[in-house]
């Protein structure tokens, strides 16, 4: 019994050092409604739904972002979602770069997106048929498909 006290203590220690490892930032920067995505209110619907935590400066963080190795994994997710795609500042994009990510959420909302790591906690947000069909739709500009390369 005695070792089994002292291998919690040490994972309790192991634990309470991880909490002082730096991770990235928790920030949400000023959001100018200006430069937010445009889209249809059932587009714009889904988007916050299922995108935002991660494609915006609208981040809801939740309480495990703080905690170690949690926030490691959620914070480098937003920031890598936010470089990809940020749908706070879609009006600064121009128009090429808006067209090359309406090609990429139209691919990705079949194959990668949300992410599964996320909708483990986050189950509201994931997609259902309606719901790809009509970011679909919109991604490819009503037209329902969008020719993409393969390479």
Request: net charge positive; glycine share 4%; with cysteine.
């Amino acid at each position: 019994m005695k070792g089994f006290y002292l291998y919690l203590g040490v994972l309790a220690a192991v634990f309470l050092i991880f909490q002082f490892i730096p991770s990235y930032e928790k920030v949400n920067p000023p959001v100018d409604k200006s430069k937010e995505i445009k889209a249809p209110t059932k587009v714009m619907d889904i988007l916050k739904r299922s995108c935002y935590d991660c494609h915006s400066y609208e981040t809801r963080w939740p309480w495990y972002a703080d905690v170690a190795p949690m926030k490691w994994i959620v914070r480098r997710d937003v920031v890598q979602g936010r470089k990809a795609l940020n749908f706070s500042i879609w009006q600064d994009y121009d128009e090429e770069k808006r067209e090359k990510l309406k090609k990429s959420i139209y691919r990705s909302v079949n194959l990668a997106m949300p992410l599964p790591q996320y909708l483990w906690l986050n189950p509201e947000a994931k997609l259902s048929e309606e719901d790809k069909k009509i970011i679909k739709n919109w991604a490819s500009d009503g037209k329902g498909y969008i020719k993409i390369d393969i390479r």
